[in-house]
Structure formats: C-alpha cells, structure tokens
T-cell receptor, first 114, second 113 residues
C-alpha cells in the first residue's frame, strides 16, 4: 500500500508569489491534515479536512487556504509568500478525525522563499 | 506560548541501556498524548499514545508514562538500539474540544555504540 505522497518535494519561490502544495492520502483515509515545520520546531497544525469539509484551523493568516477533493486528496495554497513561510510542509492522513486516530505523515515539501 | 514542552534538545544513550525522553504540558484540557519519531528527510512516524484515563501504556520496547498531576509524560525505550537514533516529538490533544494536535519541539536521541 502506498503511503502519504506529497508533491513537489522541494520548491523555491520569491516573496509575494503564490504556491500550491499537493497531498495524496493513504487509500481509504478520509481525513487530511496540514502542518508547517520550521527548523528547530515541531510541526505546527494548519488545517484539517474531513469528507471535503474543513474541520479545524490553526493560528495561521488568511493567506493560507486549503481544500480537499472528492478523491480525498488535498491542496494547500499560500498567497503573498513571506520569507517566514520557508519551512517543511507536512501532510498527514488518517481514517477519520480524532486525535486517537494515528496520523500517517508524508515526507513533506521543503519550501524555500528567496 | 509553548503548550507542549520538551526541554532537552538532545540526549545520548549507550546502546542496550534505557532511553528516557521527557515532556511537560501546560494545558489541563489535554486528554490524549502521542509520541512520534522522525528520521531525517522523512515524515514523522507514530510510535505510541496514551489516553488521560491511563497512566501507562506499553508496546514492545516502548512505554509511555503519564503523570496528570504533574502534567508530565515520559517515553521509555528499553533496550535502546542504533535504529532508535532519531528526533522524538511529544504531542497532545484536547479530544473533547477539537482535533488539533500540538507538538513539542522534539528531542534528538543519539544511541551510542
């Protein structure tokens, strides 16, 4: 069984640009969560989607948005990129919502802002 | 405001000995706790979890202890093996409120030969 896949693996953008990151969950998983991991910190929760609806949102500005498609894949969009958006963006999937559902993480997208 | 704190950035342990990783939390609403392990260039991998109704959960070489009154949990790895060298993240959630999982900054564990 394929794990959580994220694309692209690396991305370089400049300030003010927009970026879209993609995530395919494990087959059968209906919940997708997005995290930002800055160097030296733990993953920070951005969004959770379940059955195509937003179920949770972390403390991130409106420049961050996401959506989930009928096949349960998901996209994270970030507009008006800032230098501080440079980070590893992780996607995690689980069968359904609930912290007691172990989340399976992808290997992340490394985003660098110049 | 760090709600989940891992105060030791790194820890070195001899192979075969016990590794003890510590975690403190400040939010009394947290009722579910998890440990994840992360190798370089890979995403975190779920290790073990514990509900606040328990004070101990064991899975093979891994045991998590929860002390609710002290708002403290620890992960014990016995015996430590070279493949255990990784970054370990403690995480917590208030399941009765929302599904947000709050991670600590992580502790890098080095298993020495």
């Amino acid at each position: 069984d394929a794990g959580v896949t994220q694309s692209p693996t690396h991305l370089i953008k400049t300030r003010g640009q927009q970026v879209t990151l993609r995530c395919s969950p494990i087959s059968g998983h209906k919940s997708v969560s997005w995290y930002q991991q800055v160097l030296g910190q733990g993953p920070q929760f951005i969004f959770q989607y379940y059955e195509k609806e937003e179920r949770g949102r972390g403390n991130f500005p409106d420049r961050f948005s996401a959506r989930q498609f009928p096949n349960y894949s998901s996209e994270l969009n970030v507009n008006a990129l800032l230098l501080g958006d440079s980070a590893l963006y992780l996607c995690a999937s689980s069968l359904w919502t609930g912290a007691n559902q172990p989340q399976h993480f992808g290997d992340g997208t490394r985003l660098s802002i110049l | 405001d760090q709600q989940v704190k891992q105060n030791s950035p790194s820890l070195s342990v001899q192979e075969g000995r016990i590794s003890i990783l510590n975690c403190d939390y400040t939010n009394s609403m947290f009722d579910y706790f998890l440990w994840y392990k992360k190798y370089p260039a890979e995403g975190p991998t779920f290790l073990i979890s514990i509900s606040s109704i328990k004070d101990k959960n064991e899975d093979g070489r891994f045991t998590v202890f929860l002390n609710k009154s002290a708002k403290h949990l620890s992960l014990h790895i016995v015996p430590s093996q070279p493949g255990d060298s990784a970054v370990y993240f403690c995480a917590a959630s208030a399941m009765n409120r929302d599904d947000k999982i709050i991670f600590g900054k992580g502790t890098r564990l080095h298993i020495l030969p």
